[in-house]
């Protein structure tokens, strides 16, 4: 129909992916980790493209377990070398349009928005949680250990 040699279904499954996965992660997101603002914007989005990511490369293993022309048939690359990265990229924006048009509507319409997006990416624990903690925890339970 394109006039192309290729068989542009897959990149259509690819976009849908992201398009269709990422508001339902989104769900997730919120309502069972109760993340807010940015997060619930970008963590949805991650999850996509990890997943597609990881489902290219599940593709490849198999694809190098079959070998030969069975695997090269399993790969379905029909000759592009960057078939994996146009897959994943195609993933990632049908997710990054599906986030856009949410974030649109969330931004006309919820009162609070700007404030639960600044919300978000505030610090809420300011004590230290890394090496400095880890440090702490330590040294209380050497001084525990030795009373």
């Known amino acids: 129909m394109l006039g192309e040699g290729r068989n542009h279904y897959d990149r259509l499954a690819h976009f849908c992916y992201g398009l269709l996965l990422t508001?339902?992660?989104?769900?997730?997101?919120?309502?069972?980790?109760?993340?807010?603002?940015?997060?619930?914007?970008?963590?949805?989005?991650?999850?996509?493209?990890?997943?597609s990511m990881i489902y290219e490369l599940i593709e490849w293993g198999a694809a190098e377990f079959f070998g030969g022309d069975l695997g090269v048939a399993y790969l379905g690359t029909q000759g592009d070398p960057w078939d994996a990265q146009k897959d994943v990229a195609l993933a990632?924006?049908?997710?990054?349009?599906?986030?856009?048009?949410?974030?649109?509507?969330?931004?006309?319409?919820?009162?609070?928005?700007?404030?639960?997006?600044?919300?978000?990416?505030?610090?809420?624990?300011?004590?230290?949680?890394?090496?400095?903690e880890l440090q702490r925890l330590r040294a209380e339970r050497e001084s525990t250990r030795l009373s």
């Open 23 to 51: 508001y339902p992660a989104r769900e997730v997101f919120l309502r069972v980790a109760l993340v807010r603002g940015f997060w619930g914007y970008y963590l949805p989005l991650d999850v996509t493209m990890a997943t």
């Open 92 to 132: 990632t924006l049908g997710g990054i349009i599906t986030m856009l048009i949410t974030a649109a509507l969330n931004w006309r319409y919820q009162r609070d928005f700007a404030q639960e997006w600044a919300d978000s990416l505030r610090v809420k624990i300011p004590q230290p949680l890394g090496e400095d």
